[in-house]
């Protein structure tokens, strides 16, 4: 490799870097502050409650600063939404896949209402990635077969609870389904391209990352983590991935609304 292709490759490395450090910029604050709530005066308020409050507050601070456009709030806001359904449904003591042990006045049942920023997040980065890298699907399903597997997963992590789980079979049908579909980015000048499907792990890893950190600060529990904090199991890896599945879909669709575009999942 020639020097000014080194030069080239690390330039680009550094903006790729660059711009995922900025389309993460909702989940990354929304970190400082879940890192601070144990450190600094909460003002009064019980934790939960001060962390609702400042996401929201992170929320108002990215649009009117441009960061963040209008769009991509209502797409937050959706996301927000379609989680805390989900974190209702879950945290039920008849589920008690986890729970959040501490007291807080802005709930829903059993759910602080901060809760749905953290599937806003991952909504968020997608939204920004979009937007930053230029984002172009290249041979995509149908919005009408996409979305059809997109409500199939959500479905799923509510139907597993009472009926055989089928998650490894949507993961099959995944990728049968974006076989042949590649996303392609634009860091900086050249067009880069990665089998969607692939794309769908590694964020998916990067959020179980993020959730070991989560958990280990405090953001909520598993039963195994009520008395002593342990590793989250690596198979939520999986189920991550198809939560990012379920966001990608509805980002992919979302944008194509906005730009008026035809059936397809986008471009």
């Not at 649009?63 to 959706?78: A, G, N, Q, S, W």
Request: charge should be positive; glycine fraction near 6%.
């Amino acid at each position: 490799m020639t020097s000014d292709r080194i030069t080239t490759f690390l330039e680009e490395f550094f903006i790729f870097g660059l711009k995922q450090a900025r389309a993460c910029i909702f989940a990354g604050s929304f970190f400082v502050i879940l890192f601070l709530s144990h450190h600094i005066s909460l003002f009064g308020l019980p934790r939960y409650d001060f962390l609702f409050f400042a996401a929201v507050l992170i929320q108002i601070l990215l649009v009117l600063t441009k960061i963040e456009t209008m769009d991509e709030l209502k797409t937050i806001f959706l996301f927000h939404i379609i989680g805390l359904a989900l974190e209702i449904f879950k945290t039920h003591p008849s589920i008690g896949s986890w729970s959040y042990p501490e007291f807080g006045y802005f709930k829903i049942m059993n759910v602080p209402l901060y809760s749905g920023f953290m599937y806003a997040a991952v909504g968020s980065y997608i939204a920004q990635a979009w937007r930053l890298f230029k984002l172009h699907l290249v041979d995509a399903p149908t919005w009408r077969l996409s979305g059809g597997v997109g409500v199939l997963i959500y479905l799923n992590f509510f139907t597993h609870h009472f009926i055989p789980d089928f998650r490894y079979l949507l993961m099959l049908v995944i990728l049968i389904l974006f076989r042949r579909t590649w996303v392609e980015f634009v860091v900086i000048r050249e067009k880069r391209r990665m089998p969607l499907a692939l794309s769908f792990v590694l964020i998916g890893f990067f959020i179980w990352v993020a959730e070991n950190i989560s958990t280990f600060l405090g953001a909520w529990k598993y039963p195994e983590q009520i008395v002593t904090w342990t590793t989250v199991s690596f198979h939520k890896v999986g189920s991550w991935s198809l939560l990012v599945i379920i966001s990608f879909i509805l980002v992919a669709y979302l944008k194509t609304v906005n730009e008026a575009r035809p059936s397809r999942v986008i471009d």
